[in-house]
């Protein structure tokens, strides 16, 4: 039991750090993000920020998804515009320079490598150098 408690919480760490990297630089790209979801499925927790992203925690702690306002999701529900600020809608996904929406993608898969050079970075200063007696034996 301890052990698929604790891959849960790994997978949720990566999922939260992956995740978190497209979110950053949505934002930094002026994105409106509408939800940063840990876990898919029912929602358990929601809550709301000032800028209107709700952080929502599913029942189903398999993966993550950020979901970001696109000219795709207003097409499909146009009545949506109406929840949404002039800034926002011009803001859309795809009226970003290919280069921010590039960097929105590479943006995950980036932040866990740099979580992984940190992890390997802090485990290698941890391990010490073996004493010169440990050595000779």
Not at 32 to 57: C, N, Q, W
Not at 86 to 112: H, I, S, Y
């Amino acid at each position: 039991m301890i052990t698929i408690i604790a891959f849960l919480i790994l997978l949720g760490v990566l999922v939260v750090i992956h995740e978190g990297g497209h979110f950053f630089v949505l934002r930094m790209c002026k994105v409106h993000v509408d939800r940063f979801s840990v876990g898919m499925g029912p929602v358990i927790y929601k809550k709301k920020d000032k800028k209107g992203t709700e952080f929502a925690l599913s029942a189903l702690p398999l993966g993550g998804y950020v979901s970001y306002l696109s000219k795709k999701a207003l097409d499909a529900e146009p009545e949506m515009k109406k929840n949404f600020t002039d800034e926002q809608l011009d803001n859309l996904f795809e009226t970003k320079p290919k280069w921010q929406r590039a960097a929105v993608m590479f943006a995950g898969p980036l932040a866990n490598f740099i979580l992984a050079v940190i992890i390997f970075t802090l485990s290698l200063i941890h391990i010490s150098e073996p004493t010169r007696q440990e050595a000779i034996s």
